[in-house]
């Protein structure tokens, strides 16, 4: 009922930038956090930052100053600014957001939906 669809992703020297973007589509009443998470070979996904429906953000240690989530809620969309980027920013890229669906029966529900992901990789 709800598909998130990723990108901006690609190959880039270390110090570089991409910019990733995820836009929500589907039965959407409402967006609630949504956020960027990653995981690289051999390791576990972890949280990269998020963004509440008000603005808030949050960032992991290692990409704070060097990263910016932002969010389009006109848009349904959050982005994901990434400078001086580092070889340990590889990883697969994924969107989450916490939705709030309404159903064909015009019932409201919340929910986490996640993109299919999108490859980064910095080269030294």
């Known amino acids: 009922q709800v598909q998130l669809v990723e990108s901006g992703g690609g190959l880039v020297q270390a110090g570089g930038s991409l910019r990733l973007s995820c836009v929500a589509s589907?039965?959407?009443?409402?967006?609630?956090?949504m956020g960027w998470y990653r995981q690289a070979p051999g390791k576990q996904r972890e949280l990269v930052a998020s963004i509440t429906g008000g603005g808030k953000t949050n960032y992991t240690d290692s990409v704070k100053g060097r990263f910016t989530i932002s969010r389009d809620n006109t848009k349904n969309s959050v982005y994901l600014q990434m400078n001086n980027l580092k070889p340990e920013d590889t990883a697969v890229y994924y969107c989450n957001a916490n939705v709030m669906v309404i159903s064909e029966e015009a019932r409201l529900y919340d929910d986490d939906y996640w993109g299919q992901g999108t490859q980064v990789t910095v080269s030294s």
């Open positions: 589907g039965s959407i009443f409402s967006i609630n956090t």
